[in-house]
């Protein structure tokens, strides 16, 4: 629960100390700010691919377990893309852009280039958590269904609030209910009441 959890929670504590816009007085703040995220927004995926670890690779099931893979692996890529032009990019033109009278010609280029990186990436997201709800459903029924639906609704959530206060927030912790919801819902194999079946030559020994 702590593994999956831990990257939305550290994101929602960034997105509330992320400055509200990028100006020179905040340049030197959203760029560092950008450059530790760096590695923590790839992380998000943890909280899928945990619940994915050692899923069938054979079947619809295992197909979607590809497709949730590749889903995580693009929202990586792509977001951290965001993460590097319309952060540490911009906010280092913008710090260093000297006597520029407007800003405007300065970050506008930078944040129409990210935020299309950035929603490619979060809807590639979406994508996995579909998919990840279709490979994980056939073992454990009903009970992914609460996490899959706060996921998906996180995930829409996060194609434009990103982690800013305080949508963006918001949308960490609930990508952080989520991720608990699914690993709650896949840490059992069977029912509740339900005794797992004794492998073949497992005789009773009386004691």
């Known amino acids: 629960m702590a593994i999956v959890t831990a990257a939305p929670l550290v994101l929602a504590a960034a997105g509330i100390a992320h400055p509200h816009g990028l ?36 079947g619809l099931s295992g197909f979607a377990t590809v497709v949730a893979w590749v889903g995580s692996f693009v929202y990586a890529v792509f977001y951290t893309g965001l993460d590097a032009v319309a952060g540490i990019s911009a906010g280092t033109a ?41 490979a994980l459903f056939p073992k454990y029924g009903a009970r ?27 949308t960490m912790l609930g990508f952080a209910l989520g991720f608990a919801l699914l690993v709650w819902g896949t840490g059992k194999s069977a029912p509740s009441g339900v005794l797992p079946r004794r492998p073949a030559g497992d005789h009773e020994t009386g004691e």
């Open 23 to 58: 100006s020179r007085s905040t340049a030197s703040d959203w760029t560092q700010l950008h450059i530790a995220l760096l590695p923590l927004f790839p992380l998000l995926t943890v909280g899928l691919l945990v619940p994915l670890w050692h899923r069938p690779r054979v």
């Open 94 to 134: 913008v710090e260093h852009s000297g006597g520029t009278a407007s800003l405007g010609p300065v970050k506008r280029p930078l944040y129409d280039t990210g935020e299309a990186l950035g929603q490619a990436g979060a809807y590639a997201l979406i994508g996995a958590i579909a998919a990840a709800a279709v």
């Open 144 to 170: 992914i269904l609460p996490g899959t639906a706060v996921l998906l609704a996180a995930g829409w959530s996060f194609v434009d609030s990103h982690i800013f206060w305080p949508r963006g927030v918001w």
